[in-house]
T-cell receptor, first 113, second 113 residues
Framework: QQQVKQSPQSLIVQKGGISIINCAYENTAFDYFPWYQQFPGKGPALLIAIRPDVSEKKEGRFTISFNKSAKQFSLHIMDSQPGDSATYFCAASKSGNTGKLIFGQGTTLQVKP | NAGVMQNPRHLVRRRGQEARLRCSPMKGHSHVYWYRQLPEEGLKFMVYLQKENIIDESGMPKERFSAEFPKEGPSILRIQQVVRGDSAAYFC???????????FGQGTRLTVV
């Protein structure tokens, strides 16, 4: 019940295309859903986060879509660029303990020029 | 405003030695979280600390691992009598409070030889 399942494991997208990464969770107590971007040898960097009171949040080229009834959320990267090539992790946690994150397994994104 | 600072960035220990990993949270942050990332895997929560208190250590192995966050100075993750299976990247994150986003450091990559 504590798991967060992420797919796909890897993704190859052409420059300018849309990258879509999906996550599903089981624990309905989760109410904070961030996405992190990690480059090789670096720490995870917070990209964007959403709470269940909204169904979508957009920041620049990055959009989170959230479906509370399906217990799913996804990251869309519009106009993908080679510099977006990295590993992306979705995560979930509960209010009052947002730093205790349950991470997905990660998606390695490669954007081809 | 400096980010989360971790040192050392790389640490090599022989089996049976002790490893000490240090984490200085972001300025103004009093909540610290430690995570472990095994090769090709996502991050796993280990422990959550506030100044002088361990709040949640549900992800810590029962033996050889300990963590502290003293009133003065950085948080320390200590691994005694290291074994090869302890080889991993250890990340520290900090947050301002229990309801705000967590920011990660660059990690310490521990190699046990």
């Amino acid at each position: 019940q504590q798991q967060v399942k992420q797919s796909p494991q890897s993704l190859i997208v052409q420059k300018g295309g849309i990258s879509i990464i999906n996550c599903a969770y089981e624990n309905t107590a989760f109410d904070y859903f961030p996405w992190y971007q990690q480059f090789p040898g670096k720490g995870p960097a917070l990209l964007i986060a959403i709470r269940p009171d909204v169904s979508e949040k957009k920041e620049g080229r990055f959009t989170i879509s959230f479906n509370k009834s399906a217990k799913q959320f996804s990251l869309h990267i519009m106009d993908s660029q080679p510099g977006d090539s990295a590993t992306y992790f979705c995560a979930a946690s509960k209010s009052g303990n947002t730093g205790k994150l349950i991470f997905g397994q990660g998606t390695t994104l490669q954007v081809k020029p | 405003n400096a980010g989360v600072m971790q040192n050392p960035r790389h640490l090599v220990r022989r089996r049976g030695q002790e490893a000490r990993l240090r984490c200085s949270p972001m300025k103004g942050h009093s909540h610290v979280y430690w995570y472990r990332q095994l090769p090709e895997e996502g991050l796993k929560f280990m422990v959550y600390l506030q100044k002088e208190n361990i709040i949640d250590e549900s992800g810590m192995p029962k033996e050889r691992f300990s963590a502290e966050f003293p009133k003065e100075g950085p948080s320390i993750l200590r691994i005694q009598q290291v074994v090869r299976g302890d080889s991993a990247a250890y990340f520290c994150a900090s947050s301002e409070d229990e309801n705000t986003e967590a920011f990660f450091g660059q990690g310490t990559r521990l190699t046990v030889v």
